[in-house]
T-cell receptor
Framework: DTGVSQNPRHKITKRGQNVTFRCDPI?????LYWYRQTLGQGPEFLTY????????KSRLLSDRFSAERPKGSFSTLEIQRTEQGDSAMYLC??????????????FGSGTQLSVL | DAKTTQPPSMDCAEGRAANLPCNHS???????VYWYRQIHSQGPQYIIH???NNETNEMASLIITEDRKSSTLILPHATLRDTAVYYC????????????FGAGTRLFVKA
């Protein structure tokens, strides 16, 4: 078990450019989540997948954001036409739900995005 | 999911017990209390969770009041490495982990 892996760790981009982040979850986990975190705040939910199906998206996820999990394994989060307000830490987490509906999230170390 | 209220920061002496409170007065009967912590530059880490009984694991103890409107996370012998932001979260057992983490409590463990 190597944990949840996110790449890249840091991304600096110019306003208007597109960026893509990757998340590799723990292999046996069927749920995968994306969160965004700004300085001094806790993580905010963006979207989540159950296997390859995207089950829910937050209102925070504008049309410029898209997430995929094509084979129910790794996931990508793409931001098109980045804005300075997109600067944040993007966290990925994975989980499996047991029969008792208990769910423990395991987080990656995140991708820090800076939009200049 | 019910909202939680935590103090913004707390101090604790190394080796002493750290008691982190959380209020969740609007908690529903099917909602669990979860605790996570986040050390600088890392993603949040699961600590413990419970429904109504007190829970203990290798990291911490969770004490939930009888009316379930508040809880306390106890780190029995705090070390400098326990300095982190601690999040108390309430969520139901279904529907995904869409809950709001809030700002948490920043715990400073001092030598």
């Amino acid at each position: 078990d190597t944990g949840v892996s996110q790449n890249p760790r840091h991304k600096i981009t110019k306003r208007g450019q597109n960026v893509t982040f990757r998340c590799d979850p723990i292999s046996e986990h069927n749920r995968l989540y994306w969160y965004r975190q700004t300085l001094g705040q806790g993580p905010e939910f963006l979207t989540y997948f159950q296997n390859e199906a995207q089950l829910e998206k937050s209102r925070l996820l504008s049309d410029r954001f898209s997430a995929e999990r094509p084979k129910g394994s790794f996931s990508t989060l793409e931001i098109q036409r980045t804005e300075q307000g997109d600067s944040a830490m993007y966290l990925c987490a994975s989980s499996s739900v047991d029969r008792g509906l208990n769910e423990k999230l395991f987080f990656g170390s995140g991708t820090q995005l800076s939009v200049l | 999911d019910a909202k939680t209220t935590q103090p913004p920061s707390m101090d604790c002496a190394e080796g002493r017990a750290a008691n982190l409170p959380c209020n969740h007065s609007t908690i529903s009967g099917n909602e669990y209390v979860y605790w996570y912590r986040q050390i600088h530059s890392q993603g949040p880490q699961y600590i413990i969770h419970g429904l109504k009984n007190n829970e203990t694991n290798e990291m911490a103890s969770l004490i939930i009041t009888e009316d379930r409107k508040s809880s306390t996370l106890i780190l029995p012998h705090a070390t400098l490495r326990d300095t982190a932001v601690y999040y108390c979260i309430v969520r139901a057992g279904v529907g995904g982990f869409k809950t709001i983490f809030g700002a948490g409590t920043r715990l400073f463990v001092k030598a």
